[in-house]
């Protein structure tokens, strides 16, 4: 997934829950859940258990041709199969035991997994007291991730009825089967010797060759059971040494200051105790000097795998290249964007001061201004690729969904609405004093602060482009934000390297000064739309608090305005300035006080909410998603945030139309809601299948479960949901 091109690809899907519970005398069992991907089931070793004898079970998994499931450490994306057990009185379940997964590689991808049919095994201990001729029922809550290009997410809940006997049980039906996945299981405790050290940037893992074996490993790969330790997509190279072999990895540098102290996973290659025998070993050891590991002189080079992969095609350059101009037309567009809207209007104010000065300057302006816009895109970017790389689930506008960074933000531009309405003149004024080098920060400061307000919007050609930058290496994603970012900022350029082009802009006068300081009375606007999304996350409360901080920076500022400027004395400017400091540090103390323990989660998003126009709105779950597509009902869902200004945009002018409410209800159509105000893994997953990191997104699903779901644009209208919604029959 939808991490391949990366990633994840995706759209979510449904998934049936058929059980069937009965109560036959010997062997009870359900019958499988099945949808379009995947097949599971709970099955039984033997056809009847005794009293104390443990005995074992599994979850039977199997996909169609080409989909997966993952192992314990799933690699890349991906989550492994979890069992939540419902047992009799008496009875114990093991841990899963974990087959060793094939390697599956996608668009650049590493994942670990299982295709075709797979075995999960778990050992259950039944009481003594069992009484012989009684029935007993094991019921298991199972859910897993399914992927091929998208990922589908499933839970089933399992049920399996045995009889207890007084005699040895007899073999079930899939008994074959359990031996045969019990030769997947790791080897534990063999004679070989495993040892491991750090090497600069690679990790050495050694496996010394009991003396009495003769044969000759191939294709050794190292699977490790944690991620970030190593390098899952980098080759390893394997190297025969002396009675041993040894098997170079590419540590995981994400994090450089975390050193691994132990290094666990399984061993693959063609059997470690000779011909047909376990083709996996347990590796769990402690990391030592790599003096520790002898003579690591190469006798021979075995091999250099890409560690048995199955190589999945790299995005072609026509893709890449397809991805940058997207990305160009996006940031070009999202200067129209409401996010962007009120400094877009400061910009303006400052080309028309600059249409009076000095029109050479003009040019180093704009570049500065660029500057600053691709600072923030490639902090930004930076920031999201090494945090996704961390394995949070977190897309564009990440920021917006941490309180601190809104009370950040909020008190950013509540200062500078105040110095708009001149209650404090320090030279914010983006763009600028061409007659002092000081005009350049404010340049680059406009730059930087237009990219921060735009990130809740994704402008038309600018989602698909996100989605496809994350998922690829870092040098292609930093690639394509910096187009996003020189899109952006491209009118700006053009206007200062053109200067003929400021005859179209209005003289500088008198009227300068009015036209700033209603320019305040936007980024006021900014303030309160952004207030309200952090009230959202933190409740009334935080919001009460936000507001109190308000006061007391509002006295800071006046503070530093009516004994700060230059005609006071100096001695009295330092005093208002230390004491506006402390003001206004005061007043964001106070909120982030006030506000750090609350919930980060609204609670609108966890009831079904009705509009005026009679929609019903249920908050999105991939359970309630996949119960609602097993029912063959149609779904439209609408991925929004509160701090998305075009997501509000939309519902107003698209959603929230009586029309648009009679049509859903005519036709049937559930509507949910994925409110990503605050973080949500869930919502960011399946944002991912549909190669999006940010909202807006509108899909809808047809009755048709074959049917691949409609993605509607950034931007819609009554008439585009209307053409999409008649569709759906």
């Not at 790599?290 to 075995?302: D, I, Q, S």
């Not at 104010?349 to 895109?377: I, M, N, P, Y």
Request: charged content about 15%.
């Amino acid at each position: 997934m939808t991490l391949p091109m990366l990633r994840f690809f995706a759209r979510s899907a449904a998934l049936c829950v058929l059980m069937l519970a009965t109560s036959l005398t010997f062997l009870v069992q359900a019958a499988p859940f099945k949808d379009e991907h995947i097949e599971v089931e709970l099955v039984s070793e033997v056809e009847s258990i005794q009293a104390g004898q443990p005995f074992w079970v599994a979850l039977r998994m199997k996909t169609e041709d080409h989909w997966h499931t993952y192992w314990l450490n799933p690699g890349g994306p991906g989550l492994p199969t979890s069992l939540k057990w419902k047992l009799p009185a008496g009875f114990t379940a093991g841990p899963i035991q974990w087959p060793y997964p094939v390697k599956i590689v996608t668009e650049g991808l590493v994942s670990y997994g299982y295709e075709e049919e797979t075995f999960l095994l778990v050992r259950l201990q039944p009481p003594a007291t069992l009484k012989p001729g009684s029935t007993i029922e094991l019921a298991v809550a199972a859910d897993w991730l399914v992927c091929k290009e998208i990922c589908l997410p499933g839970h089933a809940d399992l049920k399996l009825g045995l009889t207890v006997a007084d005699g040895v049980a007899k073999p079930s039906s899939w008994s074959e089967a359990f031996s045969a996945t019990r030769a997947k299981l790791p080897l534990e405790g063999a004679d070989w010797k495993l040892q491991a050290a750090i090497q600069n940037d690679k990790i050495l893992l050694k496996a010394t060759q009991p003396a009495d074996f003769k044969d000759q490993l191939k294709q050794i790969v190292f699977l490790p059971q944690e991620g970030l330790v190593i390098e899952d997509d980098a080759p390893q190279t394997v190297k025969r040494v002396e009675n041993g072999y040894l098997i170079e990895l590419k540590r995981s540098m994400i994090d450089p200051s975390k050193v691994p102290t132990k290094l666990e996973g399984i061993l693959i290659s063609e059997g470690w105790r000779g011909e047909k025998s376990e083709r996996s070993l347990r590796v769990n050891i402690e990391i030592e000097p790599v003096v520790k590991l002898g003579n690591l002189a190469a006798v021979t080079e075995t091999t250099k795998p890409g560690a048995g992969a199955k190589p999945g095609a790299p995005a072609s350059f026509l893709t890449i290249l397809i991805a940058i101009g997207s990305a160009f037309v996006g940031g070009l567009i999202l200067n129209l964007m409401p996010c962007v809207l009120p400094v877009l209007s400061i910009k303006v104010l400052s080309f028309v001061q600059q249409a009076g000065e000095d029109k050479s300057k003009v040019w180093k302006h704009g570049a500065v201004f660029t500057l600053g816009v691709l600072t923030l895109f490639w902090g930004l970017a930076g920031s999201l690729l090494i945090l996704r790389a961390g394995g949070e689930q977190i897309g564009w506008g990440f920021q917006l969904q941490s309180p601190g960074f809104l009370i950040f933000i909020c008190s950013l531009l509540f200062l500078l609405g105040l110095n708009l309405f001149g209650v404090f003149e320090i030279v914010l004024n983006v763009g600028g004093n061409l007659s002092s080098q000081s005009g350049y920060s404010g340049s680059f400061f406009s730059g930087a602060l237009a990219t921060l307000v735009a990130t809740p919007c994704t402008a038309p050609f600018m989602g698909s482009a996100l989605g496809f930058a994350i998922a690829q290496p870092p040098i292609v994603s930093m690639l394509i934000f910096t187009s996003l970012g020189l899109g952006m900022a491209f009118p700006y350029l053009m206007l200062s390297l053109f200067p003929a082009l400021m005859r179209f802009v209005p003289r500088p006068g008198v009227w300068m000064e009015a036209f700033k300081q209603f320019m305040g009375f936007l980024m006021m606007a900014t303030v309160v739309w952004l207030a309200w999304v952090f009230g959202l996350q933190v409740g009334v409360n935080g919001l009460i608090a936000l507001m109190a901080g308000f006061v007391v920076m509002g006295i800071g500022a006046w503070v530093l305005g009516r004994w700060g400027n230059l005609m006071m004395a100096s001695r009295t400017r330092l005093i208002a300035h230390v004491a506006a400091g402390v003001l206004i540090a005061s007043g964001i103390g106070l909120v982030w006080v006030n506000s750090r323990d609350v919930a980060t989660t609204a609670s609108a998003n966890t009831q079904p909410t009705t509009t005026a126009e009679g929609i019903t709105w249920e908050p999105y779950s991939p359970q309630r998603f996949a119960e609602v597509r097993a029912a063959g009902k149609p779904v439209f869902i609408d991925f929004t945030a509160a701090w998305c200004l075009s997501c509000q945009v939309n519902e107003k002018v698209a959603l929230s139309k009586p029309e648009i409410a009679a049509e859903f209800k005519k036709r049937g159509i559930v509507t949910m809601k994925a409110d990503w105000t605050s973080r949500n893994e869930e919502i960011t997953r399946k944002l991912a299948e549909f190669e999006r990191n940010g909202v807006p997104l509108y899909v809808l699903y047809t009755k048709d479960q074959n049917q691949p779901p409609m993605v509607l644009p950034e931007v819609i209208t009554p008439g585009i949901v209307m053409d999409a919604l008649q569709k759906v029959n």
